[in-house]
């Protein structure tokens, strides 16, 4: 069960990584959101942030944090995100909530990734949250097909369409020990746009709750 007050004390406890003058990469989803909520608290001490999503975007204006382009920024010291899973490598499986494409962009443009989960997100292996994958729509199909030829079952997101007008499929079944190797399989299918492993570039530091582990 997804435990609502460790998210907030994960939430919190990271603001011990924002750094005065900073421009913040903040994630997306309910974590993410007490985090956002924490960061409006320091913010006449922060230059601003980046966002992964409309969702994020829309919160912290409503605190009047000011976000920036990425394209604007260059690269960023820190990013905090949630996670749907956390494996004991802190490889990750992300995109619950659809926004896998940016959260892997921002994170890719952070030099440190501080990930802030609930306990009940750690997994010895990654695979039993059902993986997400965004996919240009007219390739929903074609990548089905090929999913199921690697023995995972592939499930559309119906009603979905993410922050870049794509669909996701979320693939159940698949009990995932390589997933490395997965993530450079799965992406170069045609058609996908973003894995929601977070394996290639995993987190270096998750908070569980208050906890560094
Ligand atoms: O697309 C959504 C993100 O990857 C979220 O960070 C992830 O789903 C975790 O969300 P939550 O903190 O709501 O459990």
Redesign the pocket.
């Known amino acids: 069960m ?1 435990n609502p007050n460790e ?1 907030q004390l994960a939430g919190e406890a990271a603001l011990r990584y924002v750094e005065d003058g900073a421009i913040v990469g903040v ?6 959101a007490f985090f956002i909520d924490a960061l409006a608290g320091m913010k006449d001490r922060i230059k601003g942030a980046v966002s992964s ?1 409309e969702q994020s975007t829309a919160r912290m204006k409503q605190h009047g944090i000011e976000v920036f382009d990425l394209n604007a920024t260059g690269p960023i010291g820190i990013y905090i ?4 899973e956390c494996d004991p490598h802190k490889r990750l499986i ?7 494409t940016r ?1 892997k962009i921002v994170a890719a443009a952070a030099q440190k990734f501080v990930c802030i ?1 609930d306990s009940s ?1 750690r997994v010895d292996v990654l695979g039993k949250f059902p993986l ?1 994958i965004e996919v240009i729509p007219m390739a929903r199909s074609l990548v089905s097909r090929e999913i199921v030829k690697l023995g995972g079952q592939p499930v559309w997101r119906d009603g979905v369409t993410t922050d870049n007008g794509n669909w996701i499929i979320d693939v159940h079944g698949w009990r995932i020990t390589d997933p490395v190797g997965l993530e450079q399989q799965l992406n170069q299918l045609a058609g996908v746009v973003t894995v ?1 492993l977070f394996a290639q570039r995993p987190a270096d530091v998750v908070l569980v709750g208050d906890k560094e582990i």
Do not use: F, Q, Y
Request: hydrophobic share 25%.
């Open positions: 997804n998210k994630g997306t989803g309910s974590t993410v999503s995100d949630g996670a749907d992300k995109g619950g909530g659809a926004a896998l959260e989960i997100k997400p929601g």
